[in-house]
């Protein structure tokens, strides 16, 4: 067997010396090169002409014979015909036959090639060689008369050629499945049931053609294993009868009739556009369409053969697309060819992009559809204009949706930027502001999310009629629970919010509506010196966490005096006081670091809490740590509580070679033994026993080191507690300051 075309043999009855045995009788006469006993073996068990036994016995004329034949796959692929000789080589018994069989390991000798169209291929030897060895035959073999067009018209000129056809192509799809039933075929005529095989194969992919078996004809459906059979209705019996026998589908071609079974997909897609388009291109699509799968499949199992794989909706319609320039016909398809590029590995989809994303966008203006294809497009390719346009159209379905009430949410993820052309982004915001002169104003946050989504900026002056419809809206719903940050033209829309609210009379409702709603909205660009904002930055200092309350405060911060509300004068008084001391740390001295501290006894916890980096900073990194003892006394309680709640999160801080945070220790443990603490010193002492019993000995002698250098009795002190595994607090001098131990 060559390994670029096939290996051939003959087989029949031999005189002495003639075949590959040397003797008399049934062998092979003549192998080409290379033939292996294997193939020999295949085509002895399952490829040799079959002689009707009871035509032999009536000693009918050798020329009503029919040919034969038959098509296997068991580890190599095997094609044999055979023809009917009569009296055997040394002798005057009946049944010699000759077979002339080919076979190849290599699916892609055949080509395109169905088995069964090399019926009448010119090439078949019908009688032994002069020697024992032959030509082999070549690749890509030529099929006779029965081309492509070929079998197409000969299907075409049958009664009920297109429902025939997809009833023998469903039989043949579901011919390898398992419990599948076995293929009949009942006709005088073995051109005319090959003929129906090869029209049948062709609607199979190449991988899948080649491993369907058949026999053309057989004597007894019993004894062969073949997918297909092909019987003379002499030798039928029982079997010709239409749901005699659930082992086979039987088509009768002498009657017309066949079992009904139920159509493929696959079959109902593919007969009727054979029959009707250009069958070469259709065959093209059938293999293209195998080829999506295949490629899918092999991703998730490399093992997989090709000829195991099946094809799908989605790899139908896209062959169709591509070879056959079809469109898409409904919107239900349109999803499915979407979903099928977004799927698809990208090295499935060389050149085939650009004319499936166009069909699929000829088809539909669904927002899911458009939105598989835009993601699908994001993936494999194109970008430019053809990206471009599916995004425009995209943005136009979901806002339409919006629009129109059928969208309840916008997804909050953005879609990857495209590059798009300025035609593109003027749509775009054309698709936005047109919406907005017709969206419901309690609708028009969904709307401003998806153009958020889109990554599109409406026109301030084509927007602002219907941004002003809004905002007036807006205000008077406060509870709306709307939130800008996501919004295009979010400053626009905030400054025009303020404006709104600003120009409305003051009121016990509006007052409510800042505390509990606009607050949050209006922080960032508020102005206390005007009411509404002052109402604003005190709704946040009341209510918000350190960080909106840290905002107020630098809202406050701005004004050159004191506000006018009381409220806000004394927290305006306190967060002053508190960044005077800032600047001033370090001090020169302790002396003059207590006296700056002392404007910190009125500073409350909320404002600590609101600067607390910059504190933490000012006594971690800024002041000398001798001077923690006279801050810490001079600037009264609610600093020294603030220190030891927030202190213990820092001392395991690793930054600047670790001295943070052995700082940090060193520091509260210099402000826990003020006696104006009185609840922390219980907490604290929790806290720091259990990070004591874990500490290294190299930090424990570092906070020593530092202890040391300010009150050497505390340093004493957090020596033995440092080794005593479970110190005691007896032991431990909290309370020096008022004479304890």
Not at 38 to 55: D, G, I, K, N
Not at 391 to 402: G, K, P, S, W
């Amino acid at each position: 067997m060559t390994g670029d075309g096939f290996g051939s043999l003959y087989y029949t009855d031999c005189r002495p010396g003639q075949g590959l045995r040397g003797g008399a009788g049934f062998q092979f006469q003549s192998v080409s090169p290379g033939v292996s006993h294997e193939a020999m073996t295949l085509v002895q068990r399952s490829a040799l002409y079959e002689a009707p036994v009871a035509w032999m016995r009536e000693h009918r004329a050798v020329a009503s014979y029919p040919p034969s034949l038959t098509h296997v796959f068991d580890g190599m692929y095997v094609t044999a015909r055979g023809v009917y000789l009569g009296a055997e080589a040394n002798g005057v018994r009946e049944g010699n036959q000759f077979t002339h069989a080919v076979t190849t390991r290599d699916p892609d000798a055949y080509g395109l090639v169905r088995p069964a169209q090399l019926w009448d291929a010119p090439w078949w030897s019908v009688r032994p060689s002069a020697s024992t060895e032959c030509d082999p035959v070549a690749a890509q073999p030529e099929p006779g008369p029965w081309g492509i067009d070929g079998v197409r018209d000969w299907v075409l000129g049958q009664p009920d050629a297109e429902d025939w056809l997809i009833a023998v192509g469903s039989a043949f799809d579901r011919a390898r499945e398992p419990d599948h039933r076995r293929v009949l075929f009942v006709g005088q005529d073995a051109a005319a049931i090959l003929g129906w095989i090869a029209a049948g194969t062709l609607l199979l992919p190449q991988p899948r053609a080649l491993r369907l078996g058949f026999r053309v004809f057989a004597i007894n459906p019993s004894y062969s294993r073949h997918d297909v059979l092909g019987l003379h209705p002499d030798w039928a019996g029982p079997f010709a009868e239409l749901g005699h026998d659930r082992e086979f589908v039987v088509f009768d071609l002498d009657s017309g009739t066949h079992s009904v079974d139920e159509h493929t997909d696959a079959a109902a897609y593919w007969a009727p556009r054979f029959l009707r388009a250009d069958p070469f291109d259709v065959v093209d699509a059938i293999e293209l369409a195998h080829e999506f799968a295949w490629r899918r499949h092999r991703l998730l199992d490399g093992s997989t053969s090709a000829a195991d794989v099946r094809a799908g909706s989605g790899d139908r319609l896209a062959g169709a697309v591509v070879v056959l320039g079809e469109p898409v016909p409904c919107e239900r398809q349109a999803r499915v060819l979407a979903g099928w590029l977004a799927a698809a590995p990208p090295s499935a989809l060389e050149d085939i992009v650009e004319p499936v994303a166009a069909a699929v966008l000829a088809a539909s203006a669904d927002a899911s559809t458009l939105g598989e294809l835009d993601n699908a497009v994001w993936v494999h390719g194109p970008r430019g204009e053809p990206a471009g346009h599916i995004r425009v159209r995209l943005l136009a379905a979901e806002v339409e949706e919006v629009v129109s009430g059928r969208r309840a949410d916008v997804d909050p993820t953005p879609l990857p930027r495209r590059d798009v052309t300025s035609d593109e982004g003027r749509a775009s915001a054309a698709v936005v502001e047109h919406a907005a002169t017709r969206v419901p104003p309690d609708r028009m946050d969904l709307l401003l999310r998806t153009s958020a989504r889109f990554h599109v900026e409406p026109s301030v002056p084509n927007f602002r009629d219907a941004a002003h419809r809004f905002v007036t809206w807006w205000a008077d719903h406060p509870s709306a629970g709307l939130d800008p940050a996501g919004w295009p033209c979010a400053a626009m829309l905030v400054d025009q919010l303020r404006d709104e609210l600003a120009q409305r009379p003051g009121s016990p409702a509006l007052t409510r509506a800042v505390r509990e709603h606009w607050w949050p909205i209006l922080l960032p660009i508020a102005d206390p010196s005007s009411a509404l904002d002052a109402r604003v930055v005190a709704a946040a200092l009341d209510r918000g966490r350190p960080e909106d309350q840290r905002i107020g405060l630098d809202r406050l911060a701005e004004l050159e005096s004191s506000p006018s509300d009381s409220r806000l004068a004394e927290v305006w008084s306190q967060d002053l006081a508190l960044r005077r001391w800032l600047v001033s740390v370090p001090a020169s001295d302790p002396e003059q670091a207590g006296h700056d501290a002392a404007g910190l006894s009125t500073v409350t916890e909320m404002v600590l809490r609101a600067r607390r980096s910059e504190v933490l900073r000012a006594v971690l990194d800024d002041a000398p740590l001798a001077h923690t003892p006279t801050v810490a006394l001079r600037a009264g309680g609610c600093l020294q509580s603030f220190l030891l709640r927030e202190l213990p999160a820092l001392w395991d801080d690793r930054s600047n070679g670790g001295l943070r945070g052995d700082t940090a220790v060193a520091v509260a443990l210099l402000v826990s033994r003020h006696e104006s603490l009185p609840d922390e010193p219980t907490r604290f002492w929790t806290r720091f026993q259990r990070w004591v019993r874990g500490v290294d000995p190299e930090r424990s002698r570092r906070v020593e080191g530092l202890l040391a250098g300010v009150d050497p009795e505390l340093s004493q002190a957090y020596r033995e507690a440092a080794r005593d595994v479970r110190p005691r607090r007896s032991r431990w001098p909290f309370h020096l300051g008022r004479g304890e131990t």
